[in-house]
């Protein structure tokens, strides 16, 4: 693990030339210069040429190596596709006209399948270098880390930690080096995540007294988080790789440039065609311009009408509201299915600042007749926000507008003979577009399951980032847990006070208000955990036999069986009671699926509310008794 690789390349950078109206040539100074290419994997074939690019513009600007962040190949693979990947990696980047230098990132050392445990450090080690190693050049000492370990990163508290070994070998390597400056290279940014051991490396660097920059990869965004104690901490996007969901500037194609000094660096970043400054987006601006991404300044009213019968008309309301300090332009536009029109279709402006700068346009919508499958009616809103760099960062949020499927004939058969379930393969769901429930209110269904699970599915939830759900966990105590989302806090989880036989229909209850949410079994209360305030909503679809993730889509599937799913407003249940067979509906009910028979491909809404579902994949119908 401590191998130090010493450098091959000594070059001299010299600069001659005189400043307009100097009589006098400039000092001469010495310099050298390398350059760091972003995370490489992540993203399509083509990235692959991205990287080429990349290649041919180091190569004009002749630095004396190239270093890397991880993320070198697409990994999470078996040997032969990881071997493939190498090679083409090796290949592209054996072009350099210097030398270059690996790090290692998740992907280059994750496996799948059989090698999932073991990973493919070996590998790594094999063809591209040491997972952690460091190596001289002039004045400069360059160190590379590793931060996959664990082999794992979804719990950075636990998984993102520096292991002891590795910690000493970076105090010894640093205190044995006479190099003036230090560099660090590694693949995840730990200092953003919480809770993980870096302040212990950071005191390191510190304590060396060297350390000038610290550069990482992994998220896809370019982040300059700034000096602490003489360290300046970069994160790098991407060169080839998918970028984040934010666009240019903020995640881009890039190399950067650094040319060192014996008193110094200076850090350019390159995209194709510019060259921009490293501070093109601080790390403040980005945690903003991410938490934009959420929509909250966007505002629906109102939800669109169709009929299977004929054209319909109806009117939902957009509202813009500024979120920034200073006024923002703005673009507004409404998606629709062919044959639908709506009035106006595109809008645009100025934001002002304060509540007297909302913006709210009425849209008057003209539906064709219905024949399937799910119209979807979209609005697109787009904030041009400036960065202190002089840049301005569009963003980009896309919200569906609920459509009301009028004159169905959803009227419930209530008969035991007829009842049919719902039947979900694991890559199947339905889809209900409605509007939060309020702060009290009880999600309830049937529900067993069939074959292997994945280690958490969603029973019926709209629980990304926020909102509530009921689900499953097949770890070790293979427990339904019901969760919701509160603005303190994050979410409470209320589980099952012991394992559940997931082969029998059971009736799961989730009820929250009255200061507490509350987990049902059967109608036998399992467990209750108090309210921390008001909950934190989303306007995410809900899902039966799924949950929604960033986009909307359905993720964490289900495979089993699902009946009698009924969401109603308030608190239902405080105590135990006996599960009815069949929900009935009542003044207080939201949704109500009994999943007896579909009407023009839609499960119908017996709540009256006409919250139909749509189906997502290949949900069935199927005849089974209770």
Same mark, same amino acid.
């Given at each position: ?7 091959r ?10 400043r ?5 040539a ?7 210069s390398?350059v760091?290419?972003g995370?490489?994997t ?7 040429r ?5 290649v ?9 190596f190239?270093?890397?962040?991880g ?9 032969t ?11 592209v ?5 210097r030398?270059w230098?690996?790090?290692a990132?998740?992907?280059?050392v994750?496996g799948?399948?059989?090698?999932r445990k ?15 190693y460091?190596?001289d050049?002039k004045?400069?000492h360059?160190?590379?880390?590793y931060?996959?370990?664990k082999?794992a ?9 520096m292991?002891?070994a590795?910690?000493e070998?970076?105090?010894q390597d640093?205190a044995?080096t ?8 590694l693949? /995840?940014p730990r200092? %953003? ?20 920059a ?10 300059d988080d700034g000096?602490?104690d003489g360290?300046?901490y ?5 060169t ?5 969901g ?10 950067? /440039?650094i ?7 200076r ?10 400054g490293?501070?093109?987006a601080?790390?403040s601006?980005v ?15 109102g ?10 008309t109806?009117?939902?309301t957009v509202t813009?509201k500024?979120?920034?300090d200073a ?15 709506v ?7 100025r ?10 346009r009425v ?8 024949r ?17 760099s002089?840049l ?15 004159t169905?004939d959803?009227?419930?058969a209530l ?5 049919k ?14 509007p939060p ?17 994945p280690d ?10 926020s909102?509530?759900?009921l689900?499953w966990?097949?770890?070790a ?5 019901? %969760?919701?989302s ?9 589980p099952?006070?012991?394992a ?9 209850a ?6 507490r ?6 109608g036998r209360l ?19 036999g799924?949950d929604?993730?960033?986009?909307g889509?359905?993720s ?6 699902i009946?009698e799913?009924r ?6 249940y405080?105590?135990?009671f006996g599960?009815?067979?069949m ?5 207080d009910?939201?949704l109500?699926l ?10 119908p809404?017996?709540?009256g509310?006409? /919250?139909?579902a749509?189906p ?9 008794a209770?």
């Amino acid at each position: 693990m401590s191998t130090t690789v010493r450098a091959r390349w000594l070059v001299l950078f010299l600069a001659v030339g005189a400043r307009a109206g100097d009589p006098a040539a400039p000092t001469d100074r010495d310099s050298f210069s390398f350059v760091v290419f972003g995370d490489r994997t992540g993203g399509r074939g083509s990235g692959v040429r991205v990287l080429e690019q990349a290649v041919r513009a180091t190569n004009e600007l002749d630095p004396e190596f190239t270093m890397t962040v991880g993320d070198l190949v697409q990994g999470y693979a078996d040997q032969t596709s990881w071997l493939r990947q190498a090679r083409e990696y090796k290949t592209v980047m054996n072009r350099l006209h210097r030398p270059w230098y690996p790090v290692a990132g998740n992907h280059d050392v994750y496996g799948r399948g059989k090698w999932r445990k073991a990973g493919h450090a070996g590998l790594y080690q094999k063809h591209f270098a040491p997972l952690w190693y460091s190596f001289d050049y002039k004045w400069a000492h360059f160190v590379v880390l590793y931060t996959d370990e664990k082999l794992a990163f979804r719990n950075p508290r636990k998984t993102q930690n520096m292991s002891p070994a590795q910690l000493e070998w970076l105090e010894q390597d640093l205190a044995q080096t006479r190099a003036k400056q230090v560099f660090v290279f590694l693949h /995840h940014p730990r200092w %953003t995540y919480q809770g993980t051991n870096w302040p212990k490396v950071h005191a390191v660097l510190k304590k060396s007294g060297r350390v000038k920059a610290v550069f990482g990869g992994h998220i896809h965004v370019y982040r300059d988080d700034g000096v602490r104690d003489g360290i300046h901490y970069y994160t790098l996007a991407v060169t080839g790789g998918t970028a984040a969901g934010l666009k240019a500037p903020a995640a881009l194609h890039h190399l950067n /440039h650094i040319k060192v000094t014996r008193d110094g660096f200076r850090m350019s970043v390159l995209p194709v065609g510019a060259v921009l400054g490293s501070g093109l987006a601080h790390g403040s601006e980005v945690d903003r311009l991410n938490a934009l991404r959420s929509g909250h300044w966007l505002k629906v009213k109102g939800r669109t009408r169709c009929s299977p019968d004929a054209n319909a008309t109806s009117e939902f309301t957009v509202t813009l509201k500024n979120p920034h300090d200073a006024p923002l332009a703005y673009e507004m536009s409404i998606e629709t299915p062919r044959g639908w029109s709506v009035e106006p279709r595109l809008l645009g402006g100025r934001l002002k600042t304060g509540t007297d700068g909302d913006v709210s346009r009425v849209f008057r919508v003209r539906a064709a007749p219905f024949r399937g499958p799910r119209p979807v009616v979209r609005v697109r809103a787009v904030l041009w926000h400036p960065l202190r760099s002089g840049l301005v960062q569009p963003v980009v949020h896309r919200r569906d507008i609920a459509v009301r499927i009028t004159t169905l004939d959803g009227s419930p058969a209530l008969k035991r003979s007829n009842n049919k379930v719902l039947v979900l393969d694991g890559a199947s769901a339905l889809r209900v577009d409605l509007p939060p429930p309020g702060e009290a209110f009880t999600l309830e269904c049937w529900a067993r399951l069939a074959g292997p699970q994945p280690d958490q599915a969603a029973i019926v939830s709209k629980a990304e980032s926020s909102g509530f759900g009921l689900w499953w966990s097949s770890a070790a105590q293979k427990l339904p847990y019901a %969760t919701v989302s509160f603005r303190r806090g994050g979410y409470v989880e209320s589980p099952a006070a012991k394992a559940w036989d997931g082969t029998k229909w059971t009736h799961l209850a989730l009820s929250c208000g009255d200061g507490r949410v509350r987990l049902f079994v059967n109608g036998r209360l399992h467990s209750y955990r108090p309210i921390p305030g008001d909950r934190r909503p989303n306007e995410q679809p809900l899902y039966i036999g799924a949950d929604p993730n960033r986009r909307g889509h359905a993720s964490y599937h289900f495979r089993g069986a699902i009946d009698e799913v009924r969401l109603s407003r308030g608190v239902r249940y405080k105590r135990a009671f006996g599960p009815p067979r069949m929900h009935r509906r009542d003044k207080d009910t939201l949704l109500l699926l009994h999943f007896d028979r579909t009407v023009h491909g839609i499960h119908p809404d017996h709540s009256g509310q006409d /919250h139909h579902a749509w189906p997502v994949g290949r949900p069935r119908l199927a005849v089974e008794a209770r």
